[in-house]
């Protein structure tokens, strides 16, 4: 039998033991004594969220391509199995090799939400590791970070040796070169931070200082004395420029047990056209970079082929932006459709040919149509510069209900800047006329009742986003507007259609903090570790009071984070960080946002954001790069 | 054509669930291209189905699937471009074409020998397991979803042995020899008793509550974990439901 960390009597008792076995087709498996490099990949959540995530998948397949490096993977222990290792002192192991954690050179932690920082201590933690980058010794593996919680990784600097700011294509390879020369050179751990310092995009958290004013605020942040001429200044963003040159994997890992993303992915294009003005993901992916269509199709064919899969999903952050997406989607379906491949396309504006694909590639009677307005009036959605206008949303629902469709799902945010009790109640007002639309439907061509499910989330203000200035409602306001439209929904003629779905306020004030925090939280968040917050994401396992304890007993003040404005004078402590976009750029869009003024997307026109250095083809179409 | 495979699931993989087992060999089809029939409907599914499943933990040599394909070509090559895309822990041992009209194995599977060994550092009286199976009744409380009632397992259990060679004594209708199961085993497995038991959606008895039986019967506490189960072959009832069992493997023709 393969060796296995953990003994069976554990594993016979815990919760999905398949989490802990690895060996899962596509695993790559190596000798360790043929490598120079182990690296242990690390999503710090459970497995099926974890191994749904493409980044790790990438980062995966191309370490391995290296034959001196074996890249393994690591997701957090749930509960249960927590609980064991504790108790048993069982160190957590890598997947493939089921090795210790702590025998590694690399541990690299993706930092994709907010709320999973606890779940990082708990890694490191069970891993045996000390907690703090100033206290790990030689035989401790370097611990980086990285994704897009790495914008601002001042929360956790002092958790990490090296954070990775932008994406990995372009400078892992680097370092891990660099990693093996020291390693060669007999250098030491300091060696290494050194010369992993004067790369392109790495952050190395100990050799800055930042300083605090007597109101919290961030004073100074600069080069510690001893690293200057060593450590940059500023961190500059890494971009891949021509991303079907680069890698991408044909055999993903396919998991035992099922995953939440359960099919292979097609990432089409990263960064986004569009600018919303409350999207993080918009401004720090800049520039929009699309895959070449024949590099897709074969990807597509090569990864069905290698998983097995049944379902193939495009993923992007606005699918119906990607020039040729209707080549790619008709290919997908002519190739595929007829060998069972269902094909997923979230993130689709709904209009003519989105339906028609979707009539062929779902069941209409299980299948929904997807809005995100996001705001309920115009005048709202036109300061977070959310293109959908209510035209729109309607012709694609009254064109869908036609086509058979009877439910409709539509996301909004709550407490976006300036937003009054008009544009809450516009929401309902929203929610309800398109049921309306659906009733003016002659009767037998209805396909039942509608059903509407109105989500809506709270606004939390992010880095490198216009909005990283404004204040963050508080707990109370949140749930007031929560209320305001809960009562705005039952006032409207199809109250009995629409379902109304929201978010907790109290995870959310979380994530604000984070969000937007510096080096003062490291020791509160360090606290609500210890007393036993993990997996905060999951509502069973949230506990505020632990957390209001620990800010608390830090001297920290939650709404210093959240519920104050930032004036444009001063030094936020994500500002080392190059992220393409200007500070300039995005107070503008600060200001044109307050006058309800709305910028074009890339492809009508530049708007000289700052991310055209990176040389995309968009942006050298455009002439600004 | 509908196909009848016999296959193991050994190793780490008896840590995969049912469920779970079924989408790994739908991939493992859909990777090895194999020609599988699907249903018709707007989301058609490989024809593909599994005899009786085998409890998370428990190892076994003698599994069914039934599977209809539009062609198989050679039996040897057709297992082995399976086999090659699933690991090694999970083998297609045999491949047996079933006439059309024959029942899915499901609603065949009548009984299957099982091997019940003790883990290191586990001890047992085992040398009392005659005694209690000389009992005229061993009545167990049986636990279903909703209910749980007392029944009386005896009838169940086909035929026992102590080892496998006393096993196969009591099973004139045996043509097959049992495997030597260590040989496909993680060590320190010992053999302690093997058991015929009545199995499928009918009457269902699970070795695990033989054994749950005698421990109480002995009056020592029953630990699940002491014992690895072992399933060795399982089998469709050709009596028509009179008379003495018939018991043949599945891979056999078993039109009734």
């Known amino acids: ?43 710090p959540d459970v497995y099926e969220i974890g191994m749904s995530h493409l980044g790790i998948q990438i980062l995966y397949d191309m370490f391995n391509k290296r034959e001196d490096t074996w890249c393994e993977r690591l997701y957090s222990p749930w509960m249960d199995l927590d609980r064991v290792l504790r108790e048993k002192k069982i160190p957590l192991f890598a997947l493939e090799s089921q090795d210790p954690v702590k025998e590694f050179d690399f541990l690299g932690i993706t930092l994709q939400y907010e709320m999973c920082y606890t779940n990082v201590l708990q890694i490191l933690d069970l891993s045996g590791i000390p907690f703090f980058a100033a206290d790990r010794e030689e035989a401790d593996p370097i611990v980086i970070g990285g994704g897009p919680c790495a ?36 250098g030491s751990r300091r060696d290494f931070l050194k010369m992993a310092a004067g790369l392109e995009g790495i952050y190395v958290p100990q050799f800055y200082e930042a300083e605090y004013g007597e109101d919290g605020i961030l004073a100074s942040f600069q080069v510690k004395e001893a690293y200057r001429g060593i450590a ?21 890992v396919v998991p035992f047990i099922k995953a939440v993303q359960d099919r292979v992915v097609l990432e089409i294009q990263r960064g986004c056209i569009r600018g919303c003005r409350f999207c993080q993901a918009g401004m720090i992916y800049r520039p929009v970079r699309e895959r070449d269509l024949e590099f897709l199709k074969q990807r597509a064919g090569a990864m069905l082929k290698s998983t097995g899969q049944e379902e ?24 595929f459709g007829s060998k069972g491949v269902n094909i997923s396309l979230p993130s689709l504006r709904i209009d003519a040919f989105a339906l028609d694909v979707m009539g062929k590639v779902q069941d209409i009677k299980k299948s ?73 439907l002659p009767k037998d061509q209805r396909n ?47 109250r009995k259609s629409i379902q109304y779905n929201w978010h907790e306020a109290e995870l959310t004030m979380l994530e604000g903090v984070f969000a937007r925090g510096d080096r003062q939280l490291g020791a509160a968040l360090l606290s609500a570790y210890q007393k036993g917050c993990m997996f905060d994401s999951w509502s069973e396992y949230f506990h505020y009071d632990r957390w209001l304890e620990a800010f608390e007993e830090n001297g920290i003040d939650p709404m210093f984070y959240t519920a104050r404005e930032r004036t444009k004078e001063e030094l936020l402590p994500w500002d080392f960080i190059d992220a393409g976009v200007t500070k300039a750029f995005l107070w503008k869009e600060y200001e044109r946002a307050l006058a309800g003024q709305v910028t074009p997307n890339c492809k009508v026109q530049c708007s000289g954001c700052g991310a055209g250095v990176y040389q995309a083809e968009i942006c050298v179409q455009k002439g600004r790069a | 054509m509908k196909l009848r495979i016999k296959f193991s699931k050994t190793g780490t993989m008896k840590f995969i669930s049912h469920l779970d087992l079924m989408r790994y060999v739908q991939k493992a089809l859909r990777r090895a291209e194999i020609p599988v029939a699907y249903s018709q409907g707007f989301s058609p599914h490989q024809l593909l189905s599994f005899a009786a499943p085998l409890g998370l933990g428990d190892t076994s040599e003698g599994d069914y699937l039934d599977l209809t394909v539009h062609s198989m070509g050679e039996p040897e090559e057709f297992l082995e471009k399976i086999n090659r ?14 006439e059309d009209k024959t029942k899915p194995s499901m609603a065949l599977v009548a009984a299957a020998d099982y091997c019940v060994n003790l883990r290191e550092g586990h001890g047992i009286a085992i040398e009392s397991f005659p005694e209690f199976m000389g009992q005229k009744e061993i009545v167990v409380r049986k636990k279903s979803k909703r209910t749980e009632q007392e029944v009386d397992i005896r009838p169940m259990i086909y035929s026992w042995g102590m080892d496998a060679d006393g096993f196969r004594r009591q099973q004139e209708e045996a043509e097959e020899p049992l495997c030597p199961v260590q040989k496909v085993y993680e060590e320190g497995l010992t053999p302690i008793c093997y058991l015929r038991l009545s199995c ?10 033989v054994m749950e039986a005698f421990c109480k019967w002995l009056g020592t506490e029953y630990e699940p974990l002491a014992f690895q189960i072992h399933r060795l072959e399982t089998y469709a009832d050709l009596s028509g439901g009179e008379g003495k069992k018939k018991f043949v493997p599945l891979k056999d023709q078993c039109v009734p």
């Not at chain 1, 606005?318 to 379906?333: H, N, Q, T």
Request: glycine share 6%.
């Open chain 1, 448 to 494: 039942g009742k509608v059903q509407i499910v109105s989500s809506t989330s709270f606004f939390v203000p992010k880095p490198f986003t216009p909005f990283q200035w404004v204040r963050m409602c508080t707990g109370e306001e949140f749930l007031e507007k929560q209320r305001f439209l809960s009562g705005k929904l039952k006032e409207q003629l199809n």
């Open chain 1, 1 to 43: 039998m393969r060796k296995l960390a953990l003994p069976e009597e554990i594993l016979l008792t815990v919760e999905k033991p398949a989490r802990y076995l690895g060996n899962e087709t596509n695993a790559v498996h190596k000798e360790k004594e043929t490598v120079d490099i182990r690296f242990c990949m690390c999503f």
């Open chain 2, 85 to 98: 895309e699933m690991n090694e822990e999970i083998r297609l041992l045999s491949v047996s074409v079933q």
């Open chain 1, 368 to 440: 929904s149509l997807t809005f995100a307005p996001e705001a309920g009036s115009q005048r709202l959605r036109d300061v977070i510069n959310k293109g959908l206008t209510e035209e729109v949303i309607l012709n694609g629902a009254r064109e869908a209900f036609q086509g058979g469709w009877n439910r409709v799902k539509l996301y909004f945010m709550l407490g976006q800047p300036t937003e009054t009790e008009e544009d809450i109640e516009a929401i309902a007002v929203l929610s309800d006329k398109i049921a309306r639309e659906y009733y003016k």
């Open chain 1, 151 to 186: 914008y601002n990784p001042e929360p956790l600097a002092d958790f990490f040796d090296l954070f990775y700011i932008g994406e990995g294509e372009t400078s892992y390879f680097e370092l891990l070169d660099r990693y093996r020369e020291n390693q060669k050179a007999g």
């Open chain 1, 312 to 335: 193939i999903s495009l993923s992007s952050l606005s699918s119906s932006d990607y020039s040729r997406l209707k080549e790619l989607v008709y290919y997908l379906i002519d190739e």
């Open chain 2, 200 to 209: 499928g959606s009918s009457s269902n008895v699970k070795p695990d509550l």
């Open chain 1, 232 to 252: 940059k200044d500023r961190i500059k963003k890494q971009v891949v420029s021509d991303l079907s040159g680069t890698y991408y994997p044909e055999k993903p």
